[in-house]
């Protein structure tokens, strides 16, 4: 690539500049883009205009920010994601998904939800959803001046938060193995992703202190049900991470505590009552439904100011009617019964598949979470094959690492609470062959 044909003094000139050369086929996927101070140099221009036009290009996902090899030409490969796979005749065993028949009917809370019209400069939060959340979270976060914020799903809340407090080439600290979304959010507005390793404990004690020390701006971690391992926090692990934190009060933390209506374990906080930037993320999408997707994002004040430029009245605030829809669902009593029970459904189904894959010489814990993390004494990737001949698609580990050059992954994720007790015997007696070769 002859690196001084891009061209452009502002960031959008230059942002255009790069697309044009990806459009003619001068630049192809994996190419590497000139280093942001490099590009600044050669255009005569300031490093923030390089950095805005590499962002702009991230966000057009024209280019991939792959940390310290650079940024690079996206391709038009495959990403993972949750969900179904696409055209596959196989069961899909690794789709992360809810059981739909567990998912309450939000037919009796439309009516609650529609009444007058909401216009443009009215409030961006519903006063009484506003109140409900504040008390969802203030007794897990007490010594904290909280406020809320609500957004369209965790996944929005990440990037809204990530967007206000960090710049392009800035480092966050991420859980290794990740959560994909996690992983996408961070590489599409082109931060830096340090991996820090994940026991059963959680986060690893270690391992955020290395981050802090590689000078990371933001740390994401879930407090439970983390995916894909189904870890959670232990009291004693927690508390350890806000001593490493105390000296580092204004790295952002954000929390991801996705699984918070369904989960069978209690919460751990790293946010301590003298961190400055914080954010807890709870959304409600594994209990009412992938398409109900709103969070409400508890903050200290400044990092709330920030979020409330980004969600301006009538453009990209979160719907009322999504708001009230959800409130309705919130104060009503059966469907917060239906909920727990779910909870209860998802966790017995796991650990009695778990115990069933033990005892054939699988040794498994179940976690928490709608899934199960299944070590193997082979590479993953082996045993996904030979499912695959006996009609199973199964997800690897390898998918959620973040480690550059990891070993390949000898853990599986399973989405098994669906299956019926059909389809559960088989599954483990294919299993069981397939990485014993029983």
């Keep these: ?16 500049s790069v697309r044009a050369l990806h459009e003619r086929g001068a630049l192809r996927p994996g190419d590497a883009l000139p280093p942001v101070r490099e590009l600044a140099v050669m255009l005569g221009v300031n490093r923030n205009t390089a950095v805005a036009a590499y962002r702009m290009l991230a966000q057009a996902g024209v280019v991939t920010a792959r940390g310290r090899a650079g940024t690079v ?7 993972a994601q949750e969900g179904y796979a696409a055209d596959s005749v196989l069961r899909d065993i690794g789709t992360g998904n809810p059981d739909p028949g567990r998912i309450p009917d939000l037919s009796p809370a439309l009516a609650r939800a529609i009444g007058r019209p909401v216009l443009y400069g009215e409030p961006v939060i519903d006063p009484e959803l506003e109140e409900r959340a504040l ?19 965790a ?4 990037e809204r938060l990530l967007a206000q407090a960090l710049h392009r080439d800035d480092a966050v600290a991420l859980e290794d193995p990740c959560f994909l979304a996690s992983i996408h959010t961070v590489r599409l507005g082109g931060y830096r992703a340090v991996p820090v390793p994940v026991d059963a404990e959680g986060m ?15 740390v994401i971690c879930t407090p439970r049900a983390q995916n894909p391992t189904g870890a959670s926090l232990s009291p004693a692990r927690a508390a350890a991470l806000r001593a490493v934190l105390a000296d580092h009060p204004y790295v952002l933390v954000i929390e991801d505590d996705h699984f918070s209506m369904l989960s069978q374990r209690g919460y751990e906080t790293l946010i301590g009552p003298s961190h400055r930037r914080y954010a807890l993320v709870r959304s409600v999408s594994k209990s009412l439904g992938p398409d109900v997707c709103l969070a409400v994002a508890a903050t200290d004040p400044e990092t709330a100011e920030r979020l409330a430029f980004r969600l301006s009245p009538g453009t990209t605030w979160v719907s009322h009617i999504l708001q009230r829809l959800v409130l309705a669902q919130l104060t009503d009593d059966d469907v917060l019964g239906r909920v727990a ?3 209860r459904y998802y966790a017995d189904r796991n650990a009695a598949f778990a115990a069933r894959l ?3 010489g699988l040794p498994t814990e179940p976690g928490d979470g709608l ?3 299944v070590p193997l004494p082979v590479e993953a990737r082996v045993v996904v094959e030979r499912l695959m001949r006996r009609g199973w698609l199964a997800r690897t580990g390898d998918e959620f690492q973040l480690a550059e050059h990891p070993a390949p992954s000898q853990h599986l994720r399973l989405t098994v609470h669906d299956l019926d007790d059909d389809e559960t015997g088989r599954l483990l007696d294919d299993l069981t062959e397939a990485a014993l070769g029983k």
């Design 1 to 16: 690539m002859d690196q001084l044909s891009i061209a452009g003094t502002t960031a959008s000139e230059i942002a255009a």
């Design 73 to 79: 030409v996206a391709g038009r490969e495959a990403v």
């Design 135 to 153: 008390a969802w979270v203030r007794a897990d976060l007490p010594g904290t001046d909280v406020r809320i914020t609500v957004t369209n799903g």
């Design 155 to 158: 996944v929005d809340a990440v």
């Design 204 to 218: 690893t004690v270690d391992g955020l202190r290395a981050a802090l020390d590689a000078g990371v701006r933001a």
């Design 341 to 343: 029970d779910a909870g």
């Design 358 to 360: 033990t005892e054939r």
């Design 371 to 373: 899934n199960l993390w």
